[in-house]
């Protein structure tokens, strides 16, 4: 199975952008996950088309099951 997680952010445009990361620890936490997207936030980290975050707005893994043709 196949694993992302997912960070959604609001823009200062006011459109959102979500960050993918594949295959993320097994137990990461929303806190964590959390913690470090207000850290993006406050330390203006990406810009995304022009656009900084400007919030969090929540995150989510993604499970995908893969199967190869044969």
């Given at each position: 199975?196949?694993?992302?997680?997912?960070?959604?952010?609001?823009?200062?445009?006011?459109?959102?952008k979500t960050l993918s990361l594949t295959?993320p620890k097994d137990d990461i936490s929303?806190?964590?996950?959390?913690?470090?997207?207000?850290?993006?936030?406050?330390?203006?980290?990406?810009?995304?088309?022009?656009?900084?975050?400007?919030?969090?707005?929540?995150?989510?893994?993604?499970?995908?099951?893969?199967?190869?043709?044969?």
């Open positions: 199975m196949k694993r992302t997680l997912e960070i959604e952010f609001l823009l200062d445009n006011a459109k959102t295959d929303a806190t964590a996950v959390q913690t470090w997207a207000e850290n993006v936030v406050a330390k203006k980290a990406f810009l995304i088309g022009g656009s900084f975050p400007v919030a969090y707005k929540g995150a989510s893994i993604r499970k995908v099951d893969v199967e190869e043709l044969a």
